[in-house]
């Protein structure tokens, strides 16, 4: 996430929200470890 200014050992202030658009930096948990991505949406 460097491109988007998020560094290693940065802290976020995390907003829950339950809409999301193509784009969006997003914070996701896969195997019980968060990680911050951005949201690609592939409609195929």
Do not use: S
């Not at 200014?5 to 940065?10: E, N, V």
């Not at 829950?16 to 951005?38: H, L, S």
Request: proline fraction near 2%; charge should be negative; include cysteine.
């Amino acid at each position: 996430m460097r491109d988007a200014g998020i560094l290693d050992k940065d802290m976020l202030d995390v907003e829950r929200n339950t809409t999301t658009e193509e784009g969006d930096t997003v914070v996701v948990v896969v195997d019980n470890e968060p990680m911050v991505k951005t949201l690609f949406i592939d409609c195929e």
